[in-house]
């Protein structure tokens, strides 16, 4: 019998971040008896009086948001980081170290509409969403303490975000955070020894491939990573190679908001729910150097594994070992890519 990576177990090496996983497609089939997650509510109104996103509401900190049309910024009120934190360090030995970080955090609505999500909005709509990400990106960035700015999307319950107006998130630091600086790295040795982007060579070899990719445009493809440790993970990469968001054309920018909702819907179509991820934009630091290296592209963590009940848990092995998955990549592209492109709630509400 000879090894056959569809069907035997193995580990697969991510070059992105230097990690490997654990591919165990055999065991998809065992017997569920564990925590079954209630389906997201489907049914929301355009406005909520109780949530403290949309227009007009009063926050949980007190203060009151304008009556906003489109997307809306505001610093959070619960910021984790503080632009005015002393600097200052602790080294108490090799063994105790830390180090004062200062941060800008913001909360940015995507809509005014309670009751929508990315993949139901309109592409005009979600490419006012990449304005503002191009715009914080670019006034973060240009502040002098921050040399990183992290856009993200937590979305549903399950996955921690806390209120289901749509809405993303930016934490901005003077540090690099922990993934971006392992990516850096990588990408880094990677264009040292080639001269081309990791991810540019990649995305070559993938659209050669095609087994895992999902969709694609002029400018951006999405793909299910070979290394997806979560189920159903994708990567959404820009096919010329470009540090950040401020040097995507004006196409471009609505691309990324256009393959941003076909992702999305395919999410939403494979169990027929509001299909919850954390999503969110890596690209260089803001600390006005130069990085060739690094390539624009955003990550997709969704937790559904089996139904929109049956979530995947990172816990005992994966926790203290290495993160492992039931299926295959190639299985769950074929699954995303053989779904219809309209939304699900459409053609029902048709
Ligand atoms: P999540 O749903 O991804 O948790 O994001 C919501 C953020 O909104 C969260 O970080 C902030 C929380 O601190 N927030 C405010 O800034 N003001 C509020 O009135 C409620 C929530
Ligand atoms: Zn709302």
Redesign the pocket.
């Known amino acids: 019998m000879s090894f056959n990576i569809e069907e035997h177990p193995h580990r697969r090496y991510n070059p992105l971040t230097g990690d490997w996983i654990l591919v165990s497609s055999h065991r998809a089939k065992r017997p569920w008896q564990g925590q079954v997650e209630k389906p997201a509510n489907q049914e929301r109104p355009k406005h909520d009086p109780g949530c403290?996103?949309c227009p007009g509401n009063e926050?949980?900190?007190g203060?009151k948001n304008p009556h906003y049309k489109g997307t809306y910024v505001?610093?959070?009120?619960?910021?984790?980081l503080l632009s005015d934190t002393p600097s200052g360090e602790l080294n108490d030995g090799e063994l105790f170290t830390a180090k004062a970080e200062r941060g800008i955090?913001k909360?940015i609505c995507f809509s005014e509409d309670h009751s929508l999500t990315i993949p139901e909005m309109e592409l005009e709509n979600i490419r006012k969403v990449v304005d503002l990400w191009c715009e914080q990106f670019q006034e973060l960035g240009n502040a002098p303490q921050i040399n990183y700015v992290q856009i993200?999307?937590?979305k549903g319950a399950i996955m921690?975000?806390?209120?289901p107006h749509p809405?993303?998130?930016i934490w901005s630091s003077e540090g690099i955070p922990a993934e971006p600086e392992k990516e850096g790295k990588t990408q880094k040795a990677y264009f040292e020894k080639h001269g081309r982007t990791l991810l540019n060579d990649y995305l070559e070899s993938e659209l050669k491939k095609e087994i895992r990719l999902l969709v694609q445009n002029d400018s951006f493809v999405a793909l299910v990573p070979f290394w997806a440790v979560w189920p159903f993970e994708a990567m959404i990469v820009s096919k010329r190679p470009v540090q950040n968001i401020l040097q995507l054309k004006d196409t471009e920018r609505t691309h990324l908001a256009d393959i941003y909702k076909k992702l999305t819907i395919m999410y939403d179509n494979l169990f027929k729910t509001s299909f919850a991820y954390s999503a969110g934009l890596h690209q260089a630091p803001t600390d006005g150097k130069d990085y060739p290296e690094w390539h624009l592209h955003m990550h997709f963590y969704p937790p559904l594994l089996r139904s929109a009940t049956i979530k995947k848990f990172m816990v005992g092995y994966e926790m203290l070992a290495t993160p492992q998955r039931d299926i295959t990549a190639e299985q769950a592209a074929r699954r995303l890519r053989d779904l219809p492109k309209t939304h699900y709630r459409k053609s029902i509400n048709q």
């Not at 921690?160 to 209120?163: E, K, L």
């Open positions: 403290y996103l926050r949980a900190g203060h505001f610093t959070n009120d619960f910021s984790a955090c909360v993200f999307e937590n921690g975000c806390s209120n809405h993303g998130q």
